[in-house]
């Protein structure tokens, strides 16, 4: 029988060794192809396999290993928020660099703070409880895990970055949860990092399909679901309209029976690539006066029949009692448009006259009296609400979604949210 060609150029007893290694069962995010940068930030999920991606990420620097490593490394840092984190998760946990060692295993000396392998290469481990610690040792790499949870953030990843003096090029690796501190923030904005992010769901297949199901069913689409399983980097402005934990309080459990039903259209200027959003909403009001936020349509749109296809998709889909629809920007071709979709359709076109907080502020006050709930989740929508300032939105974009929201409550409250309050200054 003809060989392969790992049997052709492998002894037999090699290849149980090369068949345990990680590159057969990594995902495609946890590996770096034709890259070496200096920091690698991967920011991801619960479970979704930072530490696994950690944990090799070292194994490979030790034994010299491609595509992570070019050559051996003997000095290594392991940072993590504990010395406790350290040992438990990063060094013994079940993804930890002990587990999963194939070989030359290394052995944890407690009393020196250091993993050492029979190879000669040390891993010294540090706390961000004490970055002092790091004022001394030098390094060819470090992992740092979990730095969204750091205590002394930057003044140890400043400490640690004095340190990564060895070697023709030294490299940091780090992996956290993310959480909106002004390290990652900073890192995240840096054009010389690499980022990656990982989601929960990415790494399904090495996690319990309860825990996938039940994680799934209670936290997705909520801001902590989007923050712990999906990887996001979710934060509010301190001058934002509104703030995520408002929104929260103002979440339904249940569709009321509706009065009347309204869907709300702020047309993009331009239908291109690189044209805004149209922002499409829906909602109705309930026989206690509250305005009950539906649906959130909205869509980049290549033409003005896709956006006004949308809408009116969604107004038959509710029954909606008519369209309400901003025409600053098309005058009577954006009622033309959704004619051509279908005629039958009621449509009002309302016209802006004041400035977008203007319009938004007393929506915001309707919202903080509890007149205004939302009856499912809307992560985008939710997302322009919480960082909307007075400046707008702090990406410079138009906030669509929000314009159209305003312009449905204006549409179903129009006697308490049309007017801005007036301030007297004495």
Not at 106 to 112: K, L, T
Not at 329 to 356: E, F, N, S, Y
Request: glycine share 8%; charged share 25%; with cysteine.
């Amino acid at each position: 029988m003809q060989r392969n060609w790992s049997e052709r150029n492998l002894r037999d007893e090699k290849l149980p060794l090369i068949a345990e290694e990680w590159l057969f069962k990594a995902r495609i995010q946890q590996y770096l192809l034709g890259s070496q940068p200096a920091t690698w930030l991967v920011i991801g999920g619960r479970g979704a396999g930072k530490t696994r991606l950690g944990a090799e990420w070292v194994n490979s620097l030790v034994r010299g290993l491609s595509p992570f490593a070019l050559g051996r490394h003997d000095h290594i840092a392991l940072v993590g928020e504990t010395l406790g984190d350290v040992r438990e998760v990063m060094v013994d946990g079940p993804s930890g660099i002990v587990t999963i060692s194939r070989h030359d295993r290394p052995r944890f000396e407690a009393s020196r703070r250091r993993l050492v392998w029979d190879s000669g290469a040390v891993a010294q481990i540090f706390s961000s409880e004490d970055p002092e610690s790091l004022r001394g040792p030098q390094f060819e790499a470090a992992w740092c895990d979990e730095l969204g949870k750091w205590k002394n953030a930057e003044a140890c990843f400043d400490m640690l970055q004095f340190g990564l003096r060895l070697g023709s090029q030294p490299r940091q690796l780090i992996t956290t949860t993310p959480r909106p501190t002004r390290l990652l923030k900073r890192l995240m904005a840096d054009p010389a990092v690499l980022q990656t992010r990982m989601r929960t769901s990415d790494n399904a297949q090495n996690l319990s399909e309860g825990f996938m199901h039940m994680v799934e069913q209670r936290y997705g689409g909520t801001r902590l679901g989007r923050q712990e399983l999906e990887g996001e980097l979710i934060e509010d402005r301190d001058d934002a309209l509104w703030s995520r934990a408002a929104i929260e309080e103002a979440r339904l459990d249940a569709v009321p029976e509706l009065q009347r039903i309204v869907v709300a259209v702020d047309p993009p200027a331009s239908s291109n690539k690189s044209s805004d959003a149209c922002g499409i909403v829906a909602a109705g009001l309930d026989a206690t006066g509250t305005v009950v936020v539906l649906a959130d349509a909205s869509i980049k749109a290549a033409r003005p029949q896709d956006w006004a296809g949308a809408a009116v998709a969604l107004y038959r889909s509710l029954q909606a009692d008519c369209l309400v629809a901003e025409v600053n920007q098309g005058g009577d071709m954006v009622t033309a448009v959704i004619r051509t979709v279908d005629p039958d359709v009621p449509v009002k076109p309302v016209r802006a006259r004041r400035g977008k907080w203007l319009r938004a502020e007393p929506v915001a006050m309707l919202y903080q009296q509890g007149k205004v709930r939302h009856a499912g989740r809307f992560p985008e929508l939710e997302d322009e609400m919480c960082d909307f300032g007075p400046n707008g939105l702090s990406n410079g974009r138009s906030p669509d979604r929000l314009d159209a929201l305003v312009w449905a409550v204006n549409e179903l409250m129009p006697d308490r949210s049309a007017h801005p309050r007036i301030r007297e200054f004495l």
